[in-house]
């Protein structure tokens, strides 16, 4: 389950989150890019996956109970609602990416290989696609040539830097849970958490290099060389650079929100109810 979890994160790495609720010029912007980007049926997956990694976190803790994992799902729902994560991302869109390097995004969106790779984007990103995916992983890699293209690319998006901050974004949210739950009276500290999971960069970033270049490989598989060469060509530019890692730092700060406010709802339950 883990590793479907991180193939969704790097298959999200590539994309752009929108639909923000501000006014302006710049939010009709962020929405034209998120409605280009297929970003929002992204998102859309990522509730239910969070809730799958929580049940496989819950595992290794004997002390969480049926009561107990059923409302830290109810709790993990809530706090990542995708409007709610789009919102926010979008907000720090607006607030960290520039109406000019927006559009010259968007006019890649709208060209007919971003449409193309868009769509690559969304199909790899479900369920069903991971389990092909792993299938086609062996064959995949035979393609020396193919292989070094791919890692190409993912040296200019930073798709593996991307997965591993959303790996250790959804860490930071599980253990935040899962501390609330078995440690009455002891309120997490998020920034804790997020300095001993960071402790474990370098170790998780050597893992998930491996699964990031075969989500690549498998998302992009019908894309000609040329068209590969492309996407980097755009990826190279000054505008696709801030893009991707503005993309990025706003859903890791989006997600690392989203644990904080499950963690003191969950407090708050405890206080009202008990878990």
């Known amino acids: 389950m883990r590793n479907r979890w991180l193939s969704w994160c790097v298959v999200a790495a590539l994309a752009v989150p929108t639909a923000c609720q501000a006014a302006g010029t710049e939010a009709s912007t962020v929405d034209r890019l998120m409605a280009r980007s297929g970003m929002d049926k992204q998102l859309e997956q990522f509730p239910p996956l969070a809730v799958m990694e929580l049940e496989q976190a819950a595992k290794r803790h004997s002390d969480v109970s049926a009561e107990t994992l059923s409302k830290l799902r109810r709790a993990v729902l809530g706090a990542f609602e995708p409007k709610v994560l789009r919102a926010d991302v979008s907000d720090y869109l607006i607030d960290h990416l520039s109406p000019n390097d927006m559009s010259a995004v968007l006019k890649w969106l709208d060209s007919p290989l971003g449409t193309k790779i868009t769509g690559l984007e969304e199909a790899a990103s479900t369920p069903e696609a991971y389990a092909q995916m792993q299938a086609a992983a062996k064959e995949l890699a035979q393609n020396t040539a193919r292989v070094q293209r791919i890692q190409r690319l993912d040296a200019l998006v930073h798709a593996t830097q991307a997965t591993v901050q959303m790996a250790i974004a959804a860490q930071v949210a599980f253990t935040a849970a899962l501390v609330t739950a078995t440690q009455p009276g002891s309120p997490p500290s998020i920034p804790e958490i997020v300095q001993a999971s960071e402790a474990h ?56 929100k989203a644990s904080e406010q499950m963690a003191d709802a969950l407090v708050r339950s405890r206080t009202e109810r008990g878990l």
């Open 201 to 256: 960069r370098a170790q998780l970033t050597a893992r998930l290099g491996k699964l990031t270049e075969t989500s690549l490989l498998y998302s992009y598989r019908t894309l000609s060389d040329a068209e590969l060469d492309q996407y980097m060509a755009f990826a190279q530019h000054d505008f696709a650079k801030r893009y991707h890692q503005t993309t990025m730092d706003g859903l890791l700060q989006a997600v690392v």
